[in-house]
């Protein structure tokens, strides 16, 4: 079944940015809205995108109201998250999703927004996971996927081998986000069903004993057996103990699901990486893991 596809934008459409979670200036935001200007579309700033409560971008109330505003406003065609850092999880279960689900728009972002990504997914509607304002000086082919995306483009993304890929091909909805938040979300509302579906994860800045127990109870409640295919993005900066762990991260990843028969592919650009390649979540799309090259389109 195909998710239901937000309209593509077109100049002249209005693009909100909201902070879900943590607080951000305007000087940081500079960059991207004068970018979305170039593209021709009018930048809405949410009510409290300035506020500060002591690490977030305003109180819980006052993030959830900026977000529903931009869920509710029909004028509005796509929203992004100035920045991850932590507290989307806090205002989800405040939002009402019901005018969304009857005006679908694009939700941009990754990090902590794969509260949204996974919390829509159940809808029934594609999300995008890509770059946020907060990075938009740091690469811009990142951005310009973005752009491509938004406007209507498809992409296809070319990986180099990496040893531990599991070679095969897979054909399924693509679905995922942060490792960290989709181990959070695991038994909630907002947590995704995962069987035959191609299934993305990245991380920053984890002890390596964490990611394996979160694989681990991910494998445990049963979102690892019966996937299509797995697909592993930036393991950046991660953290080790005064005695070492032993593996890496994707070493642990592989550990954790190397009995299952689907491919596997590491190194995929997305993530907290600076080449971070916009992806449509909840898209149908095809995995080829091959023996010198992988593919995902």
């Given at each position: 079944m195909n998710l239901i596809q937000p309209p593509f934008l077109k100049p002249g459409d209005k693009i909100a940015i909201v902070a879900s979670a943590r607080k951000i200036t305007m000087q940081e935001l500079q960059p991207a809205i004068d970018t979305f200007k170039r593209w021709g579309l009018e930048v809405v700033l949410s009510k409290n995108l300035f506020?500060?409560?002591h690490q977030f971008s305003g109180t819980d109330a006052e993030r959830a109201a900026d977000l529903q505003?931009?869920?509710?406003d029909d004028s509005i065609k796509a929203v992004i998250s100035a920045r991850g850092g932590y507290g989307t999880m806090r205002i989800v279960d405040q939002i009402d999703f019901t005018k969304f689900k009857q005006h679908p728009k694009w939700i941009i972002g990754y990090s902590d927004i794969t509260v949204l990504h996974s919390h829509i997914h159940n809808f029934g509607i594609e999300t995008m996971h890509?770059?946020?304002p907060i990075n938009f000086p740091v690469n811009a082919e990142a951005v310009e996927t973005m752009q491509k995306l938004l406007f209507g483009e498809k992409l296809a993304y070319q990986m180099e081998k990496h040893p531990l890929n599991k070679t095969g091909v897979a054909e399924a909805q693509v679905v995922g986000g942060n490792l960290s938040l989709l181990y959070a979300l695991t038994g909630s509302a907002s947590s995704i069903?995962?069987?035959?579906?191609?299934?993305f994860i990245e991380d920053l800045d984890e002890y390596l004993y964490h990611i394996d127990r979160m694989m681990l109870s991910?494998?445990?409640y049963g979102k690892l057996s019966d996937l299509a295919g797995l697909v592993v993005g930036g393991m950046t900066d991660m953290k080790d103990n005064q005695i070492p762990f032993g593996k890496t991260a994707e070493e642990i990843i592989l550990d954790a699901v190397k009995d299952y028969n689907y491919?596997?592919?590491?190194n995929f650009p997305a993530g907290h990486v600076n080449r971070n390649l916009a992806l449509v979540l909840g898209r149908r799309m095809k995995l080829v893991v091959g023996d010198t090259t992988s593919s995902l389109m």
């Open positions: 506020g500060s409560d505003s931009a869920l509710d890509a770059t946020m069903h995962t069987k035959g579906k191609i299934l991910l494998k445990r491919p596997v592919c590491f």
